[in-house]
């Protein structure tokens, strides 16, 4: 806006009050101080005093007149400002709409004319008045902003400065009569000056803000050729390339990111070598994980991954960038180099954090052996094969060889074979192939001329060692398929069984403890010690063992596996490999239904003597007030036969307040029992409040009421309604002052119908806040700072009513004093 022009100053705020045109006028009476030409083109005071003061001799251009529709309205003459050409013009309320007939339709379009002539401008603008901001704001505060102006106006402002003033300040100025007439102070205090709309509006004007001062540095480093991060914010970078440690590094990063307050961005480098490009599989769940936990994903093009990184880093002024472990191999880091040497070497300041993969041993059971891997030669097996098959092969051949007139090579190999086919099915293919080896050398060296040697010297020889060499590996190979697959289903057999005993026992629904589940796994696995560990304080504690003795920490154990709440389950003291895994799944799951299945069994105990507790006092509550029924009755009628003693009156209150007690006590059993019929229909809140005041024993002289007409109705049981009304009235009258109002005002934010019950008297602590509703326990700050009772079951039974019906009841501080208690109800659509 002030290319070749005059230069725009914003007065930024969170809301109304906040001290915008203050701020204004008292920089424009510094710089008329100076000497600079200053002009008021524009300022709205409201009467505040303060501001007022800040206008002082300042000079001030008049308004122009605008009748429309027989009504007078005065707007900035901008004609006039542009004939005065003053140095600095200031402008109120930006985002302003002009009065029909005006030269321009809105504010901002005017003060675009004078920094076109050449005019510097200050003005103000309350956040709630950006366009891109206005839906976020009616969210907040159920109010449709009817003025609003383009971000592109403001963002290109030469400075905007943020007038910020605490929603609790805020709030204290407007209780004190500075910001609004007396008569409006609690209307807007209850709706648009909640405490809660005032903070997040102010949070809306600091990232806006904030992001606005991101630019700025950014064209700053850029105009500057500025590459290295400058750690103003930190921001996170995740290399994501689809494998399973991708989402490992975006929870890595999430709680960094988290931790400093910083930004979490994933970036995904896609090379660009011409090829048809398949996303990798991991990579959706990576995107849709950064989503949740509020990262951003960035994909981009580039044929050197290591170069595009880093270049992508310096863009965003990354301040560490997170890798995962390389997936490639040896041979080709080798031959194509590594991504994160490289990185490491050209990052400069960047901070370089490579990340071990994920422990599987305390996370999560480790991946089953691969589909077409083979089950394993047991090791005695194995060994005693190697140890029995070549020296076997010797002894054989060197027995024999005396025979070698009547027993030629065919045969003698014929006999070794016998032996190759019987290590095989031993030990497996490598000791067979050791044996068949040794067996060749060893016919050859006694059976085949000349004697004693290795020397071969009849071609014919040849023939039949090729041969044995051949059929001896065919029948190696297919006895030790056949061997393994034994064992396969041996296992499986094993394993399907304990499965069908598991998958029994859980459709039956019979539960087991924890140590019998867990000596089943350590005999169906030949373990030492299985158990589960607990975090305590200091360290760990067992919950449940079967054999001895555990490792003191998971980390010590060679298996581990979370169970919930905490607890972990170790082994110790067997074969915890691959092979055994596929077993354990369903053990783990088993553990952590019956700890679970425990966990409920106690809290089910708990909560049925709870019950029985609860169901006995809920007896005697309504026992109770049963039998005070009638002594108050009497009570009453002996009171009106007393022909107007002064005690007579007295006692009348008294009786009546003790029944209205009692009345309170049987609702209150009723809630606790869950016998609160509600039914629930569209009701008028004025009806409703209008009935609960006329319910109230004596004088309410001093309730001021609020505007009630023109309110949607609302989903409420109108008895129950009335009923919770009337005792949060009751309360409030008892803690105001006398001559004090209790006041109720009401409005709509959003989907909801708030109505507030006002009172001046003594406040409530936040940590009191809760405390307030329950029953003989609600307390609040009388007179002198002392702590006193408050009034019994009215408030616990108006929270119970209010909640049977969908609602809400809360408390907060009034500013100045008292407490403002909160009926939330939802809107009806019927």
Known sequence: MAAGGGTLRVYLGAAPGVGKTYAMLAEGRRLRAGGLDVVVALAETYGRRGTEEQLGDLPVVPRRAVHYRGMALTEMDLDAVLARHPALALVDELAHTNAPGSRNTKRWQDVRELLRAGVDVATTLNIQHLESLSDVVEQITGIVQREQIPDA??????????????????????????????????????????????????????????????EEL??????????????????????????????????????????????????????????????????????????????????????????????????????????????????????????????????????????????????????????????????????????LGPLGALAVAAALSPLRGSLGLSEI??????????????????????TTLTSVLAADYFFTTPWHSLVVSQGADLAPLGVFLCVA????????????????????????????????????????????????????????????????????????????????????????????????????????????????????????????????????????????????????????????????????????????????????????????????LLDLSRLRAGRVPVALRPTSLGEVLHAAVASLPGTWAELALGPTTGLPPVEADPGLLERALANVLVNARAWSPPGAAVRVDTGTVADRVHLRVIDRGPGIAPEERERIFQPLRGRRTGPGGARETGTGFGLAVAKGFVEAMRGELSVEGTPGGGATFVFSLRRSDR
């Open 473 to 664: 590996g065919i029948i190696s190979h297919l006895i030790d398929g056949l061997t393994r697959r034994s064992q396969e289903a041996a296992r499986a057999r094993a394993e399907a069984q304990a499965l069908i005993r598991l998958a029994g026992e859980t459709v039956r629904g019979e539960g087991r403890t924890l140590r019998r589940l867990l000596s089943e796994l350590r005999r169906a696995f030949r373990l030492e010690a299985a158990g589960i560990l607990a975090p305590t304080g200091a360290g760990w504690r067992p919950v449940a063992s079967s054999g001895g003795p555990l490792p003191a920490r998971p980390q010590d154990a060679p298996f581990a596996a979370e169970l919930g709440q905490g607890t972990v389950l170790v082994l110790a003291g067997g074969p915890i490999d691959e092979e055994n895994t596929r077993l354990l799944g369903p053990f783990v799951t088993q553990l952590r239904l019956a700890e679970e299945h425990e966990r409920l069994t106690r809290e089910a105990a708990a909560a049925q003597s709870l019950a029985r507790t609860d169901a006995l006092h809920t007896t005697l509550l309504e026992a109770l007030a049963h039998d005070l029924r009638g002594p108050l009755a009497a009570i009453r009628e002996a009171a009106a036969r007393l022909d107007a003693a002064p005690e007579a009156e007295t006692i009348a209150a008294e009786t009546e307040r003790l029944n209205h007690s009692v009345a309170n």
């Open 153 to 214: 106006v403001v963002r290109a402002a030469d400075r905007i400065e943020l007038v910020d003033l605490s929603p609790e300040a805020l709030r204290t100025r407007m209780a004190q009569g500075e910001l609004y007439p007396s008569d409006r102070i609690d209307v807007a205090l209850d709706n648009y000056f909640r405490a809660g709309n005032l903070g997040a509006l102010r949070e809306l004007a600091l990232l806006w803000l904030a992001d606005r001062v991101e």
């Open 218 to 387: 950014a064209d700053y480093r850029a105009r500057h050729g500025i590459r290295a991060p400058w750690e103003t914010k930190e921001r996170i970078l995740v290399a994501l390339n689809g494998t399973r440690q991708g989402e490992h590094l975006v929870r890595r990063g999430a709680r960094t990111a988290a931790r400093v307050h910083g930004d979490l961005i994933g970036v995904h480098v896609r090379t660009d070598d011409g090829a048809i490009q398949h996303e990798p599989p991991g990579l959706a769940a990576q995107r849709a994980l950064l989503r949740e936990l509020h990262g951003s994903y960035v994909e981009i093009g580039g044929t050197d991954v290591a170069r595009t990184l880093v270049d992508f880093a310096r863009t965003e002024s990354a301040t560490q960038i997170l890798l995962g472990p390389t997936g490639r191999s040896r041979l080709r880091e080798l031959l194509t180099g590594s991504v994160i040497n490289r990185v490491i070497r050209m990052a400069g300041p960047i901070d370089i954090r490579v990340l071990p993969p994920p422990s599987p041993e305390q996370t999560a059971l480790p991946r089953a052996p691969r589909p077409r891997r083979p089950a394993r030669v047991p090791a005695r097996r194995w060994w005693t094969a190697w140890l």
């Open 413 to 434: 190999l014929l006999c070794l074979l016998l032996l190759v086919a019987g290590v095989a099915g031993l030990g497996g293919l490598a000791p067979a192939a050791g």
